[in-house]
């Protein structure tokens, strides 16, 4: 059974870079899109970015100029950095695996794996 | 557009069948995905593809799609189902994009 563990730092100043990091276990790293989420408090769901194995990466265009998302197959982890926080990146984020079907139309895309959550909040 | 529109909050009695549904431009191509969310918890998804369910969720669950909206269908609706849902797809230029979410209330 596939298992995603979440870690990084969970205070941060205005105009620091957030960074966190999600490990996977028990399944292969080939194949999908290891994925980052957040969630402010009380609100919605957010879609950051993903990456595949081979690095390939893509990003939510509001958050693209900060986002960075890198992977280490080497230890089948993969890395979310997140530069000039502000309070309004203050949420939950999860990392997350995706999977998704582009043979024949309309295409399957959903993520069937999430890790626990992160809470970081930005404050000064 | 990128977006996926749901309502806010749906009601149902309990033993009742509810839909809560999603719409975008972006549902034409892609099925929508289902995510059920309890307070304090991470998402979990309830429903992928045209409808299937992954292991441990209950046939209760369904979802169907028309155009440009998809519905998720809980059909005889228990207490353990009140939670927010959210629906996922991908938009034109391959981003990811969630609906607002829908409260559901078991009455």
């Known amino acids: 059974q596939v298992q995603l563990q979440q870690w990084g730092a969970g205070l941060l100043k205005p105009s620091e870079t957030l960074s966190l990091t999600c490990a996977v276990y028990?399944?292969?790293?080939?194949?999908?899109?290891w994925s980052w989420i957040r969630q402010p408090p009380g609100k919605g769901l957010e879609w950051i970015g993903e990456?595949?194995?081979?690095?390939?990466?893509n990003y939510n265009p509001s958050l693209k100029s900060r986002v960075t998302i890198s992977v280490d197959t080497s230890k089948n982890q993969f890395s979310l950095k997140l530069s000039s926080v502000t309070a309004a990146d203050t949420a939950v984020y999860y990392c997350?695996?995706?999977?998704?079907?582009?043979?024949?139309?309309?295409?399957?895309?959903?993520?069937?794996?999430w890790g626990k959550g992160t809470t970081v909040t930005v404050s000064s | 557009s990128s977006e996926l529109t749901q309502d806010p909050a749906v009601s149902v009695a309990l033993g009742q069948t509810v839909r809560i549904t999603c719409q975008g431009d972006?549902?034409?191509?892609?099925?929508a995905s289902w995510y059920q969310q309890k307070p304090g918890q991470a998402p979990v998804l309830v429903i992928y593809g045209k409808n299937n369910r992954p292991s441990g969720i209950p046939d209760r669950f369904s979802g169907s799609s028309s155009g440009n909206t998809a519905s998720l269908t809980i059909t005889g609706a228990q207490a353990e189902d009140e939670a927010d849902y959210y629906c996922n797809s991908r938009d034109s230029s391959g981003t990811g994009v969630f609906g607002g979410g829908t409260k559901l209330t078991v009455l």
């Open positions: 997350a695996r995706g999977r998704e079907q582009q043979l024949v139309p309309p295409y399957y895309y959903y993520m069937d794996v």
């Open positions: 028990g399944g292969s790293f080939s194949g999908y899109y």
């Open positions: 990456i595949n194995h081979s690095g390939s990466t």
């Open positions: 972006s549902l034409r191509s892609y099925y």
